[in-house]
């Protein structure tokens, strides 16, 4: 809030000082300029698109608390640059460089040069492993469906008790729950479904709603059928999954050891080759 409204402090400062040698329509222009100006600080602080972007990865903090954070470690680097150069009187590069490349790098946008921007890549992870968390409990929530089926077989409880009880062991997943519990308590359950699989955004939450549709409809033995070929599912896509993982952190492993080997030779060579030359100078000499 301090840089926004020092930012328009010093805009209207500057609209102020050029209007005494302008003409009406002049003005017109450089309040039309600043309104500009102000509307894309705005919507750097509030842009309706990261907003959601961060939300929906489960991100604890606003784009506003995030863009305060940059801005005012961006502002210590450059006084930093600045403090260096009027009392050293001597500038440090890399300073100023650092502060350009996180300038750049930590701008809240989904995409720099038509590429994946570093922010989005930070969210991208965030958003995947937010969902694993939900699948995790998912998985969980299906076992507990599966003993309130096989306790009571002979009077197997209702969609609303089952889900009641499921509800109860969730954890990143409550407020899911109980928002798509009140569509399922007001008889809305393709609403309901809808919510979930939109909240969720996940294969597996897809495949339960099919589930849930059908608690009222199945007997205990077909529902508990349905509910194992979920859980050999959800197993086979978790490992999987965990295969890729562990062949992407070789693959990085790999490319350190290969890198830094090759770095070692680079480095023995030069030193080998500089040293055969500054004797071959000194005897020349």
């Not at 060579?269 to 071959?280: H, P, V």
Request: hydrophobic share 45%.
């Amino acid at each position: 809030m301090f840089v926004l409204i020092l930012c328009l402090f010093v805009a209207g400062c500057l609209l102020m000082f050029f209007s005494f040698g302008l003409d009406e329509e002049e003005i017109t222009k450089q309040i039309e300029k600043v309104n500009r100006l102000r509307m894309e600080i705005k919507r750097q602080y509030d842009s309706d698109e990261v907003h959601s972007i961060m939300v929906k990865a489960g991100i604890p903090f606003s784009l506003y608390h995030y863009q305060l954070v940059r801005w005012i470690s961006l502002l210590l680097l450059a006084l930093s640059f600045l403090f260096g150069y009027l009392v050293g009187k001597e500038a440090n590069v890399y300073i100023l460089i650092l502060t350009l490349i996180l300038y750049f790098i930590t701008k809240p946008v989904t995409h720099i040069f038509r590429y994946r921007s570093p922010f989005q890549l930070v969210i991208d992870s965030a958003l995947v492993h937010r969902r694993a968390r939900y699948n995790d409990e998912l998985y969980l929530a299906v076992a507990q469906m599966k003993n309130s089926f096989l306790i009571k077989k002979n009077r197997p409880p209702s969609s609303q008790r089952v889900l009641e009880e499921v509800r109860q062991y969730t954890n990143y997943t409550r407020e899911v729950f109980n928002r798509f519990m009140s569509y399922w308590q007001l008889g809305e359950k393709d609403l309901a479904v809808q919510y979930f699989e939109t909240a969720i955004g996940t294969a597996e939450a897809k495949n339960i709603c099919q589930v849930f549709l059908k608690l009222d409809d199945l007997n205990p033995e077909d529902l508990k059928q349905q509910l194992d070929a979920y859980q050999d599912i959800y197993r086979t896509r978790r490992e999987t999954a965990k295969r890729k993982r562990n062949e992407h952190r070789s693959n990085i492993l790999f490319a350190l050891v290969f890198t830094t080997i090759l770095v070692l030779t680079i480095n023995f060579l030069t030193i080998g080759f500089g040293i055969d030359y500054i004797k071959n100078m000194d005897d020349f000499m």
